[in-house]
């Protein structure tokens, strides 16, 4: 895996070991919060995974959740600005659970856990979190197009989607329920196929109100 860049929670202060960037050791796989909790004994928020998944060697961005100081290490005044994406900023843990608290309350939902990061990359934020109605999937990406399509896919094509439960174009946010289980995971080949022929059916149907 390789440095990683461990900012604190006042979000001006970042991790640092006697060589410069603290180091972690995990195999592509490996959720790298898991791996700092087991290394470090620290919650930490993954902000950006540094093309961790595809062995990619760019450093990663996490966030603690405590200002814990590891042995060993220390926690110093940040050098460097935090990425771009509002998701990938030190401030976003609290930021995103405030988010998807305003947007469940427009549902009558309330949420009763620990909002939990699925993956972040440059391209898109996603984000579980447990509600009184069931586990609900917000997702914040770069453009408001895939806020648009789901909106409009959800308005005509509904038993294709997960439950859309909120949606902000403009600033492409979007809310969503559970929609199952993966396929990824599934053994059983009649779920592909059902899943298959569905989709084959959707595009038929997109083709034809294309002429």
Known sequence: MGA????????????????????????PREPL????????????WVLH?????????????????????????VWADADQPPLQ?????????EDAAQLIDTALAQTGRTRTGRPRPVHS???????????????????????????????????HHAHLTPPLLWADETRGMLLTGSGGELLDGVGDLAPWEDAVTRLAHFQLQADSASR
């Open 4 to 27: 990683v860049i461990v900012w604190h929670p006042d979000g001006r202060r970042v991790l640092r070991d006697q060589g410069g960037w603290p180091t972690l050791t995990a195999e």
């Open 33 to 44: 919060a898991e791996v700092a909790r087991s290394t470090w004994q620290l919650e930490c």
């Open 49 to 73: 995974d540094g093309g961790h998944p595809v062995g990619r060697p760019e450093p990663a961005h996490l966030r603690a959740l405590s200002p814990t100081c590891p042995p060993g290490l």
């Open 85 to 93: 994406r509002a998701w990938q900023r030190p401030s976003w843990p």
């Open 121 to 155: 990359t440059d391209l898109v934020s996603v984000i579980q979190a447990d509600t009184t109605a069931g586990p609900v999937y917000f997702r914040a990406s770069h453009t408001g197009r895939e806020a648009a399509v789901t909106t409009h896919l959800a308005r």
